[in-house]
């Protein structure tokens, strides 16, 4: 699934990503609200990891999905 398909299906999508990274709030998902760099930006924070790392698990995130 490429980030198109998952930013029109954020809604749905979120509840996976909420899955996937537990610390992540109802309200980071929101504000995220689909954007890839929102995710990787609130991946990082969150947990702490460096931007390779984050963008690492989003693209493993993305490949994933089942939406």
């Known amino acids: 699934m490429n980030w198109d398909q998952v930013k029109g299906k954020w809604k749905q999508i ?3 990503a909420k899955q996937q990274w537990g610390k992540l709030t109802d309200d ?3 504000v995220i609200d ?3 760099e929102e995710l990787v930006g609130k991946v990082q ?3 702490g990891v460096a931007k390779e ?3 690492k698990q989003v693209k ?3 490949s ?3 939406c």
């Open 60 to 62: 493993e995130f993305e």
């Open 45 to 47: 924070e969150r947990y």
């Open 28 to 30: 980071d998902l929101d």
């Open 64 to 66: 994933s999905c089942s």
């Open 53 to 55: 790392e984050a963008e």
């Open 34 to 36: 689909g954007k890839r």
């Open 14 to 16: 979120s509840g996976q």
